[in-house]
């Protein structure tokens, strides 16, 4: 029997997963607050001229004066400008230049040059550039240049450039670039081209192209290419809301375990694909496949079911638990409260048929249309039991519905 083993396999594999990123994550209240680095100084408030200071001693002393926020050019020492600058653990308030370099930590407030390097930890308030470097740690504020390269860790509050890069961990608030490659990458916004490692994140939109890892998951909106991983997600894992707003728009889900709330695309293939509404092409689950609500060509597994279906059921079980509008092609069991459609199978199951039921043993309460099998059985059909053809009618328009009362109630 290889099919328990199997099963084990993918479910400890979720678990593992989900276990490492709630793992790597700090708590979800300190996350904002944990991103980047302090924000850059501000030069302090200009001398008040003596007018100002007479005004504030009439009753405005209990007023602060109002940060000045604007770009600094020309405003810090001579001292803090240089083309290069090294150090053990410098710290500068605006650098122009080509390089900084740090053999522990360096940190700038306002970077402007070519890249700067430290072998531990790399800060800037806000860094314009290339490259920011670190075996350690890069932080940034606000990041714009092409890259962050770390061994370990890079952060970002707000991040536009080609990437971040690094061995275990790339973290943004928002992003715009290329590329989010390492063995942890997180955004809370991303627009890009592809995130790439065994944890990818995005927790309130992602528009680019791809998400490739071993576990993707978009916690909202998902609009690109495709997922394509060992366990792909769109909004919570396995919830089957289909909540309005909140899609996967995209190609193709591809993985072993495929979910998605709200799923737009042409394929959704996997061992096992479930989406709360789904809209689009194939889902297929070589061992399950469902969606609460499935509108598109076909759903393809060992086992395919939803609530409310349109398209074709295809499997060795096929099952609608409300209405089924298309065809049921189940090897084994066709099961419905209503079909609109047909039924093929050597079991066939419903409520109530409005089309044909062809099988070795068809069931239904109320029949309108055919039964075609070895034996058949309809309760308001022309006989309640046949063999091999039975029918049933619309008799002097009195329409009576076992499963619309059903449903009523």
């Given at each position: 029997m290889r099919t328990p083993s199997v099963l084990s396999v993918i479910l400890a594999s979720t678990i593992v997963l989900q276990a490492a990123a709630a793992?790597?994550?700090?708590?979800?209240?300190?996350?904002?607050a944990s991103i980047g680095t302090r924000p850059a100084q501000v030069a302090p408030p200009a001398p008040e001229s003596a007018a100002e200071a007479g005004s504030r001693s009439r009753g405005d002393d209990e007023m602060e004066p109002m940060a000045d926020s604007r770009l600094i050019i020309a405003g810090d020492p001579p001292s803090d400008w240089a083309v290069l600058h090294a150090g053990f653990r410098p710290h500068l308030r605006i650098f122009g230049g080509l390089a900084t370099f740090a053999v522990a930590h360096a940190r700038v407030e306002r970077f402007y040059g070519g890249f700067s390097f430290s072998a531990i930890r790399n800060d800037a308030g806000t860094h314009v550039g290339v490259l920011q470097?670190?075996?350690?740690?890069?932080?940034?504020?606000?990041?714009?240049?092409?890259?962050?390269?770390?061994?370990?860790?890079?952060?970002?509050?707000?991040?536009?450039g080609l990437g971040q890069l690094s061995l275990a961990y790339n973290r943004t608030l928002d992003m715009v670039g290329l590329f989010q490659i390492g063995a942890y990458n997180r955004a809370?916004?991303?627009?890009?081209?592809?995130?790439?490692?065994?944890?990818?994140?995005?927790?309130?939109?992602?528009?680019?192209?791809?998400?490739?890892?071993?576990?993707?998951?978009?916690?909202?909106?998902?609009?690109?290419?495709?997922?394509?991983?060992?366990?792909?997600?769109?909004?919570?894992l396995f919830d089957d809301a289909g909540i309005d707003?909140?899609?996967?728009?995209?190609?193709?889900?591809?993985g072993v375990a495929n979910t998605a709330g709200a799923f737009r695309g042409a394929v959704q293939a996997g061992v096992a694909s479930f989406s709360g509404d789904f809209a689009g092409g194939i889902q297929l689950g070589a061992l399950a496949a469902g969606a609460r609500e499935f509108r598109g060509l076909a759903q393809v597994g060992a086992v395919v079911l939803a609530e409310e279906s349109y398209g074709a059921q295809i499997g060795a079980g096929a099952i609608s638990t409300e209405e089924h509008h298309g065809v049921q092609l189940g090897a084994a069991v066709n099961w419905a409260a209503s079909v609109s459609g047909a039924q093929i199978g050597l079991v066939n199951v419903a409520e109530e048929v409005n089309g044909v039921q062809v099988?070795?043993?068809?069931?239904?309460?109320?029949?309108?249309?055919?039964?075609?099998?070895?034996?058949?059985?309809?309760?308001?059909?022309?006989?309640?039991?046949?063999?091999?053809?039975?029918?049933?009618?619309?008799?002097?328009?009195?329409?009576?519905?076992?499963?619309?009362?059903?449903?009523?109630?």
């Open positions: 793992g790597a994550s700090p708590p979800e209240e300190d996350d904002d470097l670190a075996i350690g740690r890069n932080l940034a504020n606000d990041y714009y240049g092409a890259a962050q390269i770390a061994l370990a860790e890079n952060r970002a509050r707000n991040f536009y809370k916004t991303a627009v890009g081209l592809l995130q790439l490692g065994g944890y990818n994140r995005t927790d309130e939109s992602f528009s680019g192209a791809l998400q490739i890892g071993a576990f993707n998951h978009a916690r909202s909106d998902f609009s690109g290419i495709a997922q394509l991983g060992l366990l792909n997600a769109q909004d919570d707003g909140q899609r996967f728009a995209g190609v193709a889900q591809l099988g070795l043993f068809n069931h239904t309460e109320r029949l309108r249309g055919l039964q075609i099998g070895l034996v058949n059985h309809a309760e308001d059909g022309v006989l309640q039991w046949t063999a091999l053809l039975n029918m049933g009618f619309d008799e002097g328009g009195y329409e009576y519905s076992h499963y619309a009362a059903r449903r009523a109630d």
